[in-house]
């Protein structure tokens, strides 16, 4: 039965000698599996559960979502190709959901790398160093999203209140408090580029070398640049301080709700992400720490 379908592969379909390969590497595995597990058990005469255990033994072997969905492709067009050619009377894969690829987790800055990054490097009194602090400890403690401390301006800063108005997607509007070490470092900025360019500037709070609205691309280096200097992930993008912010948040106390409020996000299946993380990072503690791990 596998051999009729390849061939109905290769001259009927014109597929390619790859997906050929493909399709009936997928196929011999799962005849295998059947075998291993009853002699007399064949494609002819597997049912959906023999499908699903299978399914199982690939991830635990360590298979990929992505792979193990690629196998289960193959089985679903061989069944089909059966049904329509009276080889079997059911189809045992047409209601077989394959497994979720997984997201992949938000890289983040720990604690220390942080610290380091504010607390270690020299930063001294000219107009870049200031801003470039300012921005990091600004994502930082904020976990505004880059486009969101572009269009930032001064008027968006209460300290009285000590709260920042931010525009999000959608030109949705939201309210961050923020703290005293902020308050501090985004008057000393102010004041440092005041100095610069005069109070007669542009409304925008972060201005480019030219007394200009920053750009994003310019955002995103000063961010890359000082980032490589504390830590050794691949990413070291604006988002990654945004991920920090909220890995930081959860670690120490801040529920769910509260994160997507400050984040900004619509629904709080998306902040989630942020216990995944979380949890993988416990692992590897444990995994660290403990004597029979």
Not at 256 to 277: C, D, P, R
């Amino acid at each position: 039965m596998i051999n009729q379908f390849l061939n109905y592969l290769r001259y009927e379909r014109n597929a390619s000698a790859q997906t050929v390969q493909t399709y009936e590497e997928a196929l011999e595995e799962f005849e295998s599996y059947l075998k291993l597990k009853d002699n007399g058990l064949s494609p002819a005469t597997a049912d959906t559960d023999l499908i699903r255990d299978w399914m199982e033994s690939l991830m635990d072997k360590g298979n990929t979502a992505s792979t193990i969905n690629k196998k289960l492709s193959a089985l679903r067009s061989f069944y089909r190709f059966a049904l329509k050619r009276n080889l079997v009377k059911l189809d045992p894969a047409h209601c077989v959901t394959g497994p979720k690829k997984s997201k992949p987790l938000p890289q983040f800055l720990r604690e220390g790398e942080m610290d380091r990054l504010l607390d270690d490097l020299e930063w001294d009194n000219t107009f870049k160093s200031v801003r470039a602090r300012t921005i990091l400890l600004l994502f930082y403690e904020a976990g505004l999203r880059r486009s969101e401390l572009v269009g930032l301006n001064d008027e968006d800063i209460d300290f009285t209140t000590s709260q920042l108005k931010v525009t999000g997607k959608r030109n949705k509007q939201r309210i961050i408090p923020f703290g005293e070490e902020l308050a501090t470092e985004l008057q000393h900025y102010m004041a440092v580029r005041d100095a610069q360019f005069g109070e007669g500037h542009e409304k925008a709070l972060f201005l480019s070398d030219k007394g200009l609205r920053i750009s994003g691309d310019q955002v995103y280096e000063i961010v890359r640049k000082y980032l490589s200097m504390v830590t050794s992930l691949k990413k070291r993008s604006p988002h990654v301080l945004r991920h920090t912010f909220a890995t930081a948040m959860l670690n120490n106390g801040a529920g769910l709700e509260g994160i997507k409020n400050l984040l900004g996000h619509e629904s709080v299946s998306t902040t989630e992400i942020y216990t995944h993380t979380t949890f993988e990072q416990l692992k590897r503690v444990y995994k660290e720490a403990h004597p029979r791990a």
